[in-house]
């Protein structure tokens, strides 16, 4: 069993930037592919970053190419994604998602609570 809990969310101007965190226990972390993804208000859920396992390997939604980044320290256990240049049309709640296969995939084993983002215009 792997829990999966967000945290860094919150609320910024456009043009900021958030570090949203996912913190992991329960099973080894480092074996994981880990996913973001976000759910705006009316909206369906989409995909917007991954990292493989090692965090050799990383894919991005063609909307935050450039702007976002994807990490993760295995040593802490933890998955982060960096934000920049935010717009307030990615006011979403952000989800931290574990075990997907490829990474990418929207099919993933495990989900986190989500943490929600709002960027004021």
């Known amino acids: 069993q792997v829990q999966l809990v967000e945290s860094g969310g919150g609320l910024v101007q456009a043009g900021g930037s958030l570090r949203l965190s996912c913190a992991a226990s329960g099973r080894t972390f480092s074996v994981y592919n880990m996913a973001w993804f976000r759910q705006a208000p009316g909206k369906e859920r989409e995909f917007v970053a991954a990292?493989?396992?090692?965090?050799?390997?990383?894919y991005y939604a063609d909307s935050v190419k450039g702007r976002f980044t994807i990490s993760r320290d295995n040593g802490k256990n933890t998955v982060y994604l960096q934000m920049n240049s935010l717009k307030p049309e990615e006011t979403a709640v952000y989800y931290c998602a574990a075990g997907g296969t490829p990474p990418e995939s929207d099919q993933h084993n495990y989900w986190g609570q989500g943490t929600q983002v709002t960027v004021s215009s």
């Open positions: 990292i493989n396992w090692s965090g050799r390997s990383t």
